[in-house]
């Protein structure tokens, strides 16, 4: 059964350095997500992202992310300048449709110090 | 804007007992509604969604959920619970508009008790 991954499955960094977490959707998906998910809080959406372009963000997404698909398999989310309040696990997802079912990939557990 | 509601946050039943599990959404449309399930350390897998039709859906490991629309309910329930489903329970909504995020509830931890 086909499934997202994602890597690495763990990453500690030091605060104001740049994080890209990778992920690779379901082959034939169209549709691709961010989530986060504080230690012990409810999972955030950050950001859906469909031909090419962000879709839509949240108020979490500012400039300090991006996204990218850079090619026909990857899908990765670049912090440009790690803050402690960004350690989380961030999950990706993939859909082959707008509003269908998102499948999710294991997590990326980031830890900036 | 959209939103759910998990009122528990802890639950804990004995093995081979009843459940059911809380979930209250805030929709202007039709929702799209899901259960995912996290064990420890793991992602979000699919146990069960509800998108239009037979108000009673079917899901993976015996559970079930029931949309009531009266209510703006979607309650979990599986008839006889198993110590493997310790994990945490989300309830989760689509929008159908726009970038089809998905509005988490807060989730419940089970506890299954031998």
């Not at chain 1, 086909?2 to 992920?23: A, D, K």
């Not at chain 2, 804990?12 to 929702?31: H, K, Q």
């Not at chain 2, 110590?83 to 508009?97: H, P, R």
């Amino acid at each position: 059964e086909p499934e997202v991954t994602q890597t690495p499955s763990h990453q500690v960094t030091q605060m104001g350095q740049e994080v890209i977490l990778r992920c690779v959707p379901i082959s034939n998906h169209l549709y691709f997500y961010w989530y986060r998910q504080i230690l012990g809080q409810k999972v955030e959406f950050l950001v859906s992202f469909y031909n090419n372009e962000i879709s839509e963000k949240s108020e979490i997404f500012d400039d300090q992310f991006s996204v990218e698909r850079p090619d026909g398999s990857n899908f990765t989310l670049k912090i440009r300048s790690t803050k402690l309040e960004d350690s989380a696990m961030y999950f990706c997802a993939s859909s082959n449709a707008g509003a269908e079912t998102q499948y999710f990939g294991p997590g990326t557990r980031l830890l900036v110090l | 804007a959209q939103s759910v509601t998990q009122p528990d946050i802890h639950i804990t039943v004995s093995e081979g007992a009843s459940l059911e599990l809380r979930c209250n959404y805030s929709y202007g449309a039709t929702p799209y509604l899901f259960w995912y399930v996290q064990s420890p350390g793991q992602g979000l897998q699919l146990l069960l969604k509800y998108f239009s039709g037979d108000t009673l859906v079917q899901g993976i490991k015996g559970f079930e959920a029931e949309f009531k629309r009266s209510q703006s309910s979607f309650n979990l329930r599986k008839p006889s619970v198993h110590w493997s489903d310790a994990a945490e329970y989300f309830c989760a909504v689509v929008s159908t508009g726009g970038g089809n995020k998905l509005t988490f509830g807060t989730g419940t931890q089970l506890k299954v008790e031998l």
